[in-house]
């Protein structure tokens, strides 16, 4: 069974940078498209960045131009580069693929 577990998160201030992780394990992931998703506090859990099997991208218009999302089909692991972060962009973060989900990595920008 396929296990995602995020990292990477943290505390930074407004315009800073984070890269989030999500590592596979007990299988393949490269085939499949991966989500990032975020979930701030008292809001729904809402689409970030998608990579798909070949490498498109696509981004919700909230961080088009300041995420990144890539792939390391070595590592199994997929990257969410989040550079001039804003306090709204504080959230738990999870990745998905097929039907699984990561635990969240916790992201808080300071003002």
């Known amino acids: 069974q396929l296990q995602l577990v995020e990292s990477g998160g943290g505390l930074v201030q407004a315009g800073g940078s984070l890269r989030l992780s999500c590592a596979a394990s007990?299988?393949?992931?490269?085939?499949?498209?991966v989500r990032w998703y975020r979930q701030a506090p008292g809001k729904q859990r809402e689409l970030v960045a998608t990579?798909?099997?070949?490498?498109?991208?696509n981004y919700a218009d909230s961080v088009k131009g300041r995420f990144t999302i890539s792939r390391d089909n070595a590592k199994n692991t997929v990257y969410l580069q989040m550079n001039s972060l804003k306090p709204e962009d504080t959230a738990v973060y999870y990745c998905?693929?097929?039907?699984?989900w990561g635990q969240g990595t916790q992201v808080t920008v300071s003002s």
């Open positions: 990579i798909t099997s070949g490498d498109s991208t």
């Open positions: 998905q693929t097929l039907l699984y």
């Open positions: 007990g299988g393949i992931f490269s085939l499949n498209a």
